[in-house]
């Protein structure tokens, strides 16, 4: 990367804040903070989506799911999952957010049955939502690094990765203070186009840089099995099989989508639920075609750098032999080459495979520019999204009656709190070794299942009442709990077996309780039910 690249990537984050702070002289209310006075257009709405979908995380990780030893195609599994859950979503939630007037989705459990349940959900939303996105932060922060050194080889990698996290998390935390959730929607369809147009510049050159080209890469990635899809196997064990990615990931996509303030906020931006529907079904076909494109991405990568992963080379002499044009004067042990049988050699993980290309091998501009994209896909924060659940559901029960301008205060200073809690995360998930999308949708697969189930037993157990509901989430999160620890369940099965345990405890607790009053049993029912 050279100094054009540098210019590019922190003009772009400065811009970021400045259009942050200009959406700020908007903010008079709290209704214009966390929903732009729900005048945002259902198309700009659906960018959104696709952009919060398909962030920092996939934008690293998918090409390094594929590109990493034994990676192919079988991530799509779960994605034919995520355009099921829509259609669910579409017609069992997003009416029920039309009535009346919300601020988080979590209010829904309010109205139909009471508070407790309501601050049991909106806690789980915001411990697992700054966990996920602390890992988020944690990725961009690496290419980051990566920049730096590309420029001080002898730099300390672990000390630059620390003061990126701490540098990128105070720019979002200004940029969200300021802006709200309108500049965060605005900002994110300014981002789809721009790293849309990185990945595909990206494909292009990587094409280009391969020796034989696009057929060359096709051929070792056949032999490699990289074009492998469906795996129908039965196994709970196995993270991408069709059951675990049609069920689990319908199931995944339910929670996330229709249960997750930080995606419901934005169909609460709209005015009517038919574009919020729409909205979302358009991210659906647009989120498929860019999953396939991370895919191809990563093959290409694995083309590229197969020397790393050819299994001929039986010593690091031997390799560094043939590989120094692409090592940059570094060489490796005999320890660490042995140990790249199984890893995405050289890389500690497939997660750097692609920052190592976008900082060493896109030409002088274009580098710096998908930099700033990856940059600002980790700024399209859920910080006001944690901050609109935690000032109206855990704030506001307990200091009642107060003016919009105090609640707008506050949500201003647990946003810039929420940014802090989301930068430790970061510095402490540095030391893991699993691929951060494995981490991030682990954790929210742990705690959504209990949520999504507690809002399937508002929808369809219409005389379960509060505190048979909250039995079920409880015993549901317990049991979450050891199947995460305890077993070798993949997380790609939590979220349906975490719903399934609380409609399941529920319905039997409630034989032991009154049932619900009646005026609260339609709150979370479907579109069309008898009301």
């Known amino acids: 990367m050279k100094a054009l690249d540098l210019v590019i990537i922190f003009g772009y984050l400065i811009g970021i804040v400045l259009f942050g702070t200009w959406f700020g002289r908007r903010q008079k209310t709290t209704r214009d903070y966390f929903l732009g006075d729900r005048s945002v257009p259902w198309w700009a709405v659906a960018f959104s989506i696709v952009a919060t979908e398909t962030s920092t995380i996939t934008f690293i990780s998918i090409p390094g799911i594929a590109f990493s030893r034994g990676g192919n195609f079988q991530f799509l599994q779960l994605v034919f999952g995520y355009l099921l859950g829509r259609v669910v979503i579409a017609l069992l939630f997003i009416p029920s957010y039309f009535r009346g007037e919300l601020l988080t989705v979590y209010q829904l459990l309010d109205r139909r049955f009471g508070r407790k349940i309501k601050m049991l959900a909106a806690s789980l939303f915001v411990v697992m939502r700054n966990i996920a996105d602390g890992i988020r932060l944690l990725l961009t922060a690496i290419v980051l690094a990566a920049v730096y050194i590309s420029f001080q080889p002898a730099a300390n990698a672990e000390t630059i990765t620390v003061a990126s996290v701490v540098l990128i998390g105070l720019a979002m935390i200004v940029f969200t203070y300021f802006g709200g959730m309108e500049a965060v929607i605005w900002v994110e369809v300014v981002q789809l186009g721009i790293y849309i147009a990185g990945a595909v510049a990206a494909a292009i050159i990587l094409t280009n840089s391969i020796d034989g080209g696009w057929s060359a890469a096709i051929t070792a990635a056949t032999q490699y099995h990289k074009f492998s899809i469906f795996d129908f196997s039965f196994d709970f064990t196995r993270t991408f099989t069709f059951w675990a990615g049609l069920i689990g990931g319908c199931f995944l996509t339910m929670s996330t989508h229709g249960t997750d303030q930080y995606l419901v906020q934005r169909y609460l931006c709209t005015d009517r639920p038919r574009r919020a529907a729409t909205a979302l079904l358009t991210s659906g076909a647009i989120v498929l075609g ?242």
């Not at 042990?333 to 900082?359: C, N, Q």
């Not at 709190?417 to 991030?440: P, T």
């Not at 909250?470 to 995460?484: N, T, V």
């Open 290 to 531: 860019q999953f396939i494109g991370f895919l191809f991405i990563g093959v290409l990568l694995f083309a590229f750098y197969h020397p790393f992963t050819d299994p001929l080379y039986t010593t690091a002499a031997e390799a560094c032999a043939k590989l120094q044009p692409f090592l940059s004067g570094r060489c490796f042990s005999d320890a660490a080459f042995a140990a790249s049988a199984t890893a995405a050699y050289p890389f500690t993980g497939g997660d750097r495979v692609f920052p190592d290309f976008i900082t060493r091998r896109l030409p002088t501009g274009l580098s710096g520019l998908v930099v700033a994209a990856i940059f600002a896909a980790a700024m399209s924060s859920s910080l006001n999204s944690i901050a609109a659940t935690a000032v109206n559901d855990l704030y506001k029960p307990f200091r009642r009656r107060l003016s919009d301008k105090h609640y707008l205060k506050v949500s201003h200073w647990l946003t810039l709190l929420w940014g802090v809690v989301q930068i430790g995360v970061a510095l402490v998930a540095r030391h893991q070794n699993r691929s951060a999308l494995d981490q991030a949708l682990s954790v929210a697969s742990l705690i959504n299942g209990p949520v999504l189930g507690v809002f399937l037993v508002g929808a369809f157990l219409k005389r379960v009442s509060q505190p048979p509901a909250l039995i079920g989430m409880l015993a549901s999160g317990a049991a979450m709990l050891y199947i995460r620890f305890g077993t070798n369940i993949a997380w790609t099965w939590y979220v349906f077996i975490g719903s399934m345990i609380t409609l399941a405890v529920a319905w039997l607790a409630s034989l032991a309780f009154p049932p619900a009053p009646e005026n609260r049993r339609n709150e979370l029912a479907p579109a069309g039910s008898d009301r």
